[in-house]
């Protein structure tokens, strides 16, 4: 009877900016036998050209790698866009509307949350690399929830422009930021508000911070 050949392992590379992040989510994985991390970045513009140079199956991508530089949907974009391109599981804190549609359109191949039990990592790395969708559950749920009220669901766009007041930037600096007239940007915003229910943009981001459609 024939041995049966062992099947190559996974080959994941880590993308987070964190040192111990990455150091603990190594220890985690490498507990795995069918797994193998050759490779880890400590930011988003590194992550890419790993991507690029090295055999890699599975990216674990940050989406937050500090106020400068590429954001972690940027990175998945443009390393998802590479001949023979690895797929992209998110493993992030962020669990806002925002941050999934913007990683789900980049083409995330999984969005998993960092307070994920080891198993569900694991299993997630496995689905992904197998060329299927994982996703966390309370992830699913939203994007669930989007597709049953899509009405009353932000766009994309929307959910862009309100999260950038929420950072605090006016009318003209979106407009400037997402190559949008101003006029456009008040569009999205009059939609915002009818949406939410809101008549300002303190009642707006007040109803989009309590419903998780945005970062705090």
Partial sequence: MSTPIPLPPIRLLLADDHPVVRAGLRAVLDTEADFAVVA???????????????AVDVVLM????????????EATASITALPDAPRVLV???????????AAVEAGAAGYLLKDAPPEELSTAVRTAASGRSALAPAVAHRLMDRIRTPAAALTKRELEVLQLVGDGLSNLQISKELFLSQATVKSHLVHVYAKLGADSRTSALAAARSRRLIRG
């Fill in 40 to 54: 880890e970045a400590a930011t988003a513009e590194r992550a890419v050209e790993l991507a690029a140079s090295e």
């Fill in 62 to 73: 940050d989406l937050q790698f500090g106020p400068e530089g590429m954001h972690g949907s």
């Fill in 91 to 101: 493993l992030t804190t962020y669990d806002t509307d925002a941050d999934i549609l």
